[in-house]
């Protein structure tokens, strides 16, 4: 998609919420088929996201060039290949991209935007409060302590894919480990919190 409206104007910056460098380094330019051409920024204390409300990665969000969000955090996969898991094909999200970018056709209404940009609820509020904390703490040596305000933020948000599974490198995870097939699990009887497409 950015191969293709490029030249009509698209600009793409990808926000990796890694906590480490060298992981998200390799994911940007070693691990696709083709390396990535556009910017990667590395956002490890998840600045950006609580800011935009990413809880799920990948994640796109649509800001035009007045800096104003036209299309808050959604799902929107690349393509087709994970259909199974998402629930949803990408192509009516390409559609509405390519609508956007070549003809000004906002994809929602400014009310809807407005509704979906809700600030978060204080447990969740305190949540991402203990994960800062908490990396802020391992980072600079005091793992015991920065593992227990972890445990905190687990327990406060257990639906939110930036904190659950986020940690697990730093708890010595797999992030596509049995930890994380559990915690999928959990979320999909839930009933898929926080994945609108």
Known sequence: M??????????????????????????????????????????????????YGVVNVPTTIWVDERDRVVRPPAIAPGDDKFIDFVGFSAEPHHAALREWVRHGTLPMADDEVQARRAAPDPRLQLARAERRLAMHLIRNGDSELGHAHLGEALALAPDDWTIQRGSLPVRGKDPFGQDFFDFYERWQAAGRPGYEP
């Open 2 to 51: 950015f191969e293709e409206l490029a030249a009509d104007g698209l600009a793409l910056i990808a926000i990796s919420l890694d906590e480490d460098l060298d992981a998200a380094r390799f994911c940007a330019r070693e691990e696709t088929t083709v390396p990535l051409t556009f910017t990667v920024l590395i956002d490890r204390d998840h600045q950006w996201a609580e800011r």
